[in-house]
């Protein structure tokens, strides 16, 4: 059984190799073991190569630019040594909730959400890595950057594979709501519904953890681009390989929060949709007068909705909407105020 059934094979093997999933389609010992130890390689190359360039980092005489790329280095190497230990505890979580996911037989042809976001994102992240040829840089520091960015965008990508299948899960829902003719029908539907509610809180509980270091590390990433450019224009050195290089991390660092965001936004509107259809079949009884004990128990089925919501929060941190943009947004202008005076 595909776990991930709308997902190209050469990405399902993209992600185990990187060790974002550790689970095979089978149960046997040997896939098991197998799915936890072949992403190591590269993960112990990573933390060799990390440990052995790490001096020549700091190839650059200059302080401020020093102290960025001290931050900067750590940022990677804690992501990847935190990333890979969550990938391991949430493994088995994750496989248990998509087979249940996949059990839930509520798929009619509905479409998932645009992929023009995650092809905006992979060719973003493509302009970040092509230009490391161009720079000169030591192949330690070239590997150690592109891989943390690697698992970075693929995290992202198995994340939103995972609620494509839940956001298809909705749709086919409302989808079908409008076209059922008994009460009964309507009253499995929306057990369907409260079941698929806490499977999608259950599957965010899971990735909550590694949400909140992803968030963390997107915030400090997108810091230590605003120093860096800032560091340029105070030394005066604004070279067009510099902007470009600043601009395309920027944009990437944008598309990526846009992305994140849609996803989980676009879930929360056709869940809440829903309590629309049941709304309106109740009003289509109570306008021709047939008020009897199936309607009755339409209301008690409508607020039995209103009470079931999507939590589409960070263990309580944030919630993750459109307004957290603006939190971020107001927290990015305020370290730039104190890096400019930081600098000047």
């Known amino acids: 059984m595909n776990l991930l059934p709308n997902t190209p094979l050469l990405l399902q093997h993209i992600y185990k190799l990187l ?12 896939s098991k073991i197998f ?9 112990v190359y990573y933390f060799y190569t990390h440990v052995t360039f790490s001096i020549s980092f700091y190839h650059s005489n200059l302080v401020i630019i ?15 040594l935190i990333s890979l230990v969550f990938f391991y505890k949430r493994s088995d979580k994750i496989r248990s909730s998509l087979i249940t996911l996949h059990k839930l037989n509520l798929d ?7 992929k023009w976001m995650r092809v905006i994102l992979v060719l973003l992240f493509a302009s970040n890595i092509l230009q490391f040829p ?27 594979d995972i609620f494509s299948l839940v956001l298809i899960k909705f749709k086919s829902i409302n989808q079908q709501i409008p076209s059922l003719q008994h ?13 698929l509610v806490d499977l999608t809180n259950e599957i965010i509980n899971h990735f909550a953890m ?14 230590v681009t605003i120093y860096f450019a800032l560091c340029f224009v105070t030394l005066k050195v604004v070279w067009w390989r510099s ?20 996803s989980f936004s676009q879930i929360q509107i056709e869940a809440e949709k829903i309590g629309s259809h049941v709304h309106e079949i109740w009003n289509q009884f109570t306008t021709k007068g047939k008020i009897d004990r199936r309607i009755r128990h339409l209301e008690l089925l409508s607020i039995r909705l209103f009470y079931i919501k999507v939590e589409l929060t960070v263990n309580g941190f944030f919630n993750l909407d459109w307004a957290f943009c603006h939190l971020i947004i107001a927290a990015l202008a305020t370290y730039s105020v104190i890096l400019i005076q930081f600098l000047m």
Request: one cysteine or more; hydrophobic letters at 50%; aromatic letters at 26%.
């Open 19 to 30: 060790g974002i999933t550790q689970f095979f389609s089978n149960d046997s010992i040997y």
């Open 35 to 43: 799915g936890r130890l072949l992403c190591l390689p590269l993960y």
């Open 66 to 80: 020093l102290i960025g790329r001290f931050i900067q280095n750590m940022i990677n190497f804690t992501y990847i």
């Open 108 to 114: 009619k042809n509905t479409n998932s959400w645009n």
């Open 134 to 160: 161009f720079f000169g840089e030591s192949f330690g520091y070239a590997f150690c950057s592109c891989y943390t960015g690697t698992v970075f965008l693929f995290e992202t990508l198995f994340l939103d």
């Open 183 to 195: 009460i009964d029908e309507l009253d499995n539907i929306t057990h369907h519904y409260c079941l």
């Open 210 to 223: 590694n949400l909140l270091l992803t968030f963390l590390f997107w915030f400090g990433y997108f810091v």
């Open 243 to 262: 902007f470009f290089s600043v601009s395309a991390f920027i944009l990437y660092e944008t598309q990526w929060l846009f992305m994140v965001i849609n």
